[in-house]
């Protein structure tokens, strides 16, 4: 089982390990590592208020220990249409046990009952095969494809366009 808390100062060291690491700056849209100063500035700020800011970062954790796995995220909030993008990355020592997908039932239950969200949305490359499962297992409707909608090291990649109605 798995908890979602906010961002505290002692994450430093977590975000830093996930946030440099190569195998995810694919789904991340990151190209090159994060500096401790930039994460530090980014963590003086991280609990500013979701209406101004427009994103939210969750750090999702294990309840027995409290152990950090991942981060589960909205962003790109849309106040006037009741919108946002979600995304969930989970450090990769610690995938394949659920993480993701009890994140992401805890996300959509915080977006529906604390934000009053109306929907979420999720884009995914083509060749992410665990992400487009789960995004299908748990309710997301796919709307479409976007035809070489992200560049990877390989070249262009399709991306399958996810929806859910809260």
Do not use: C
Not at 38 to 67: C, K, P, S
Request: charged letters at 25%; glycine letters at 8%.
């Amino acid at each position: 089982m798995i908890r979602l808390r906010a961002l505290e100062p002692d994450d430093l060291d977590f975000l830093y390990a996930l946030e440099n690491d190569p195998g995810i700056w694919g789904v991340s849209d990151t190209l090159v590592p994060v500096s401790r100063h930039a994460l530090r500035e980014y963590l003086a700020h991280a609990t500013a208020d979701f209406y101004v800011v427009r994103q939210l970062r969750l750090v999702v954790i294990t309840e027995n220990d409290g152990r950090a796995v991942g981060v589960a995220d909205l962003f790109d909030f849309d106040p006037l249409h009741q919108r946002a993008g979600v995304g969930i990355t989970i450090l990769g020592t610690e995938r394949e046990q659920g993480y993701a997908r009890q994140a992401l039932e805890l996300l959509k239950q915080h977006a529906r009952q604390v934000l009053r969200l109306h929907q979420l949305y999720a884009t995914v490359g083509v060749d992410n095969q665990a992400s487009l499962q789960l995004f299908r297992q748990l309710g997301f409707r796919e709307v479409g494809t976007r035809q070489q909608w992200l560049r990877t090291a390989a070249g262009w990649l399709d991306a399958v366009e996810w929806q859910y109605l809260l």
